[in-house]
């Protein structure tokens, strides 16, 4: 193997002063990265810091010439113009949603696209003994015509690495490969990356599970708002999960918030022994034994990172409107209450505004003012019939106290920017004069201004006695807004800070390993 | 022009098919030597495609809430046997038969609606075997034989109003339903104009709302005269009047009532309508089962017009009415679509029909043109939705909107922010 490099041990890959541009916003500011033949490199970072751009850079994803900087590699300056060209060169991302096809067997899919051919007619036999070997080598023990929606994820995942092997793999990119997985799978294919790093096969990892990077990493390079911040090699420099953490958030806070001053009543909110199934696999939950309250004008925070369940469980409380209900009770006023549709989670004085406005929040084809009204047509009709001057006096109103702005109330949604669209089903949920409001995600995709905007109108919610919780993955925002924060990892709460007793790193903590810490 | 264009609504399509329908109409005028707007021919078009147009009815709320049905033809031909037996054999009155009739296209809607909403099969699949089991069942009970019905019956598909007052030349019933419709129109439209004024809402001048009263009602009351001018005997068919009552129902139904909103809710984006707490399986039902009882009422006035029952009734006219949704502005993937909308897209693929037929042009022709109307139609849509709603109207009239309004008055208030970019470009 060449390389330039004069070190001691060689350089496989560097990143250069990689800059990616997107109209009006640099994902990617300047960032570099080396990784050494046959290391376990971790990249590190919260959620929108640019790990995975960088990766989609590196496999061409993103073609040479859409972005600054070089990629050498094995001594060369590349210029991928698409995946098929990095996978040749012996580069394979493994993408968090895996790219199997559940209907073909593990053979077909490891081979697909690139299938053993004898003058056009795909060699069945050789591809059959190939597999045998490649499944060996990744430690699965399954027939070749085993149907993938047969097997569970965590055996997807090593037929994706099979399948990465047999395409001669120098550098294998696992995105988040442990996300879905349980304790003992995720355990194994660990053991298998380090199987491969002895075998001289390079992995770079990206993983939130830090106690895993801990584990199997030999150097972390940190990603901090589209810029690299630091190189640092686990052993040498004593690596530790909080060193992790510090790297991550280690932003100062801004003042974004307006000056709020809690006015917290009695608990009147109450969800115990929350315990909810996933809705297609079978023995997987995605909420276990959850318990939380909320008082009376009480901001309440959930941080967790993506996938550890704060969606599942708002919405499986919001009307079981996810998963498969296993037990738990909720409690209103200290008097237990069963809610099964949306409807009753409504009629119960419940809201809940989506994480992803435009594929669960929003009728793209509706104007402001029929959105506005959605969840509480009743209030503004007499014997079923819509009275559309109340409809419009109520758009009006909401236009005008949450300073949304459009040209008129009649405008289509889909015209409206990320952060009107927010206020317009913030308007729409308090339309429906909720005694409980969940905002999920209530700011993402939201410019800085807007924000400021939202963040008062929450806390003005707050002040009119409402309970509101807001699920984040920004920790400034949740440590700027919220009066308590509980945490969740992997679906069950680990842990509840008051206000005064939450740092980012506290939090990030919490939010990162299964430890559970003494509720407050 | 831009003025016009809010004479009709927003919706550029069915506002250009309002315009294809009109210059259709002068055409085949012209092009007939005026045989086409005559009472006999006006009678006829409305008697001829009543049925479609109930249909279109009920098919635009089932596009609408994002399904299809192609089961309408054979329902309606099981329904219209069903029926002319049970007047023959057991001696029911018609009216009994009517309401016969009703109950069997619920029950059979309610089947139907039952697979789409709460088995979850795509409409597709239960109305294609509906379609093959109710044609089934229609040429079994009927044993293929064609069965008459009586004269009162014949009623519903073939009668007019009847003759009563003074002579004063035109059948006075048409003439006064004429006039009310007019009235009502005016009505309605100056009493709307002016809540929404007190409202502040904005509102078209006074002078478009005039002309698209005098537009409106001059068509209306043109109608009336052809209607209650016809050689004796005739005037405003009993179909056309089931027809306009309907419209008028369903049309109220779908833009003002709650279900109606959730009808379009749930085509829209059925998971945000369900996390707004409507009960979208309820609406699925309701819709397809709605579907079913209107093509039953189609079979049996198909079945009073052409006096008798056949085994072949109502072939082919599930695609005559999804064409006319189509061609009336509704979108394929739902959510999208107006009851007036689907009426005049029916009315279009009628007003075609019939001209092309007085023309003396053949069905091969026939068949020919009006699949590359529906093509067409479909196609101005997908070119102004994938221009940025940049229609050929609206080509025509950029220069003058410039000048009428701020040049953009939607130009984003924000900047976009790094997540937004990369959650586009991912």
């Not at chain 1, 589209?226 to 958030?249: F, W």
Request: glycine share 10%; net charge neutral; hydrophobic share 45%.
């Amino acid at each position: 193997m060449t390389s330039q490099t004069t070190q001691t041990e060689p350089i496989i890959l560097e990143m250069r002063s990689i800059t990616k541009e997107f109209p009006g916003v640099k994902a990617l500011d300047n960032v570099s990265l080396r990784v050494k033949a046959a290391e376990i490199h971790a990249i590190c970072g919260e959620n929108g810091a640019g790990k995975s751009t960088l990766m989609k850079v590196l496999s061409g994803v993103y073609p040479y010439g859409s972005y600054d900087g070089d990629i050498v590699y094995q001594g060369q300056v590349q210029q991928f113009k698409d995946i098929r060209a990095s996978e040749h060169a012996g580069i394979v991302i493994i993408h968090q949603e895996l790219a199997l096809i559940p209907e073909l067997s593990i053979m077909e899919n490891i081979f697909l696209g690139n299938e053993p051919t004898k003058r056009g007619v795909i060699n069945w036999a050789e591809a059959r003994l190939r597999s045998l070997d490649l499944l060996a080598r990744v430690g699965l023990r399954e027939d070749p015509d085993t149907p993938i929606k047969e097997i569970g994820v965590g055996k997807q995942q090593l037929v994706e690495i099979a399948k990465a092997l047999n395409k001669s793999v120098k550098i294998l990119i696992l995105d988040e490969p442990t996300a879905a997985l349980n304790e003992s799978d995720s355990q194994h294919l660990l053991d298998l990356m380090l199987g491969l790093k002895a075998k001289g096969i390079t992995s770079i990892i990206i993983s939130h599970k830090l106690n895993e990077i801990e584990q199997i990493a030999d150097s972390i390079t940190i990603i901090r708002d589209g810029k690299s911040i630091e190189t640092l090699n686990v052993k040498a420099d004593g690596v530790d999960e909080d060193r992790i953490i510090k790297g991550m958030v280690g932003r100062t806070l801004e003042s974004r918030f307006p000056e709020h001053t809690p006015k917290i009543g009695e608990v009147f909110f109450e969800v115990k022994d929350w315990t909810v199934g996933h809705p297609n696999v079978a023995d997987r939950l995605v909420c276990k034994n959850s318990s939380f309250f909320v008082r009376r004008g009480e901001i309440v925070g959930f941080a967790g990172l993506m996938g550890a369940g704060r969606t599942e469980l708002a919405r499986s409380v919001f009307g079981r409107s996810y998963g498969r209900f296993i037990s738990g009770h909720i409690y209103k006023d200290g008097k237990e209450i069963t809610l099964k549709t949306v409807r009753q989670a409504i009629d119960a004085g419940l809201g809940y505004v989506t994480e992803d406005r435009k594929s669960l929040g929003l009728n793209l084809l509706d104007d402001i003012k029929t959105t506005t009204v959605a969840a509480n047509l009743r209030k503004i009709s007499h014997n079923s019939v819509v009275d559309l001057n109340q409809e419009f006096t109520v758009a009006e109103q909401y236009r005008k106290s949450l300073r949304t702005k459009t040209p008129s109330v009649e405008e289509g949604v889909a015209k409206l920017s990320g952060g009107n669209q927010q206020k317009v089903v913030l308007a729409k949920w308090m339309f429906t004069d909720p005694d409980l409001l969940i905002l999920d995600e209530p700011t993402r995709g939201i410019d800085v201004g807007a924000k400021y905007e939202i963040y008062g109108i929450i806390q003005q919610l707050a002040n009119q006695g409402k309970g509101v919780i807001v699920i984040s993955s920004e920790l400034p925002e949740l440590l700027g807004l919220s009066d308590r924060i509980y945490t969740i990892f992997e679906g069950a709460i680990t842990g509840v800070l008051n206000k005064d007793e939450a740092s980012q790193e506290s939090l990030m903590k919490l939010m990162t390993s299964a430890r559970k810490a003494e509720a407050a | 022009m831009n003025a016009l264009k809010k004479l009709f609504g927003g919706n550029t399509r069915q506002f250009g098919m309002i315009f294809a329908l009109v210059a259709l109409i002068v055409f085949f005028q012209i092009a007939t030597d005026g045989r086409t707007l005559t009472p006999g021919n006006v009678i006829n078009l409305f008697n001829g495609n009543s049925y479609i147009l109930i249909l279109a009815i009920g098919m635009v709320l089932v596009i609408i809430a994002g399904h299809i049905d192609l089961s309408v033809g054979s329902i309606a031909a099981f329904v219209g046997v069903t029926v002319a037996l049970a007047i023959r054999d057991w001696g029911i009155p018609w009216y009994a038969g009517v309401l016969l009739g009703l109950a069997l296209g619920a029950l059979i809607g309610a089947w139907q609606g039952w697979w789409v909403a709460y088995v979850g099969i795509p409409a597709f699949i239960v109305t294609l075997a509906g379609m093959l089991l109710f044609r089934g069942f229609n040429q079994f009970v009927g044993k293929s034989n064609t069965i008459p019905v009586p004269a009162d019956f014949q009623y519903l598909g073939s009668g007019y109003l009847p003759e009563v007052g003074p002579n004063t030349g035109f059948n006075n019933l048409t003439l006064l339903l004429g006039i009310a419709a007019a009235a009502f129109v005016v009505v309605g439209e100056l009493r709307s104009r002016a809540r929404a004024k007190a409202l502040g809402a904005e509102v078209p001048e006074m002078w478009v709302t005039a002309l698209k009263l005098v537009l409106i009602c001059g068509a209306i009351l043109y109608a009336t005269y052809l209607f209650a001018t016809g050689r004796p005997g005739t005037s405003f068919p009993i179909p056309g009047l089931i027809l306009a009552v309907l419209v008028l129902i369903y049309g109220f139904i779908s833009s003002r009532t709650v279900l109606g909103r959730h009808v379009y809710a749930v085509g829209g984006n059925r998971h945000a309508a369900e996390l707004s707490g409507v009960q979208s399986k309820k609406v699925n039902f309701l819709v397809m089962m709605n579907m079913s009882i209107l093509a039953g009422l189609a079979g049996m006035i198909f079945v009073g017009r052409s006096t008798a029952s056949g085994p072949f009734d109502g072939v082919g006219w599930e695609l005559d009415a999804i064409a006319a949704v189509f061609i009336g502005g509704a979108a394929v993937t739902g959510g999208v679509g107006t009851v007036v909308g689907s009426i005049i897209g029916g009315l279009v693929m009628a007003v075609l029909n019939n001209g092309l037929q007085l023309l003396g042009v053949g069905a091969d022709l026939t068949q020919i043109i009006k699949g590359l109307v529906l093509l067409i139609a479909v196609a101005f849509d997908v070119y102004n939705k994938s221009q940025g709603k940049k229609s050929i109207i609206g080509l025509l009239t950029q220069n003058f909107n410039r000048k009428q309004g701020p040049s953009n008055p939607n130009q984003p208030d924000e900047t976009t922010s790094t997540k937004e970019a990369i959650a586009r470009e991912a």
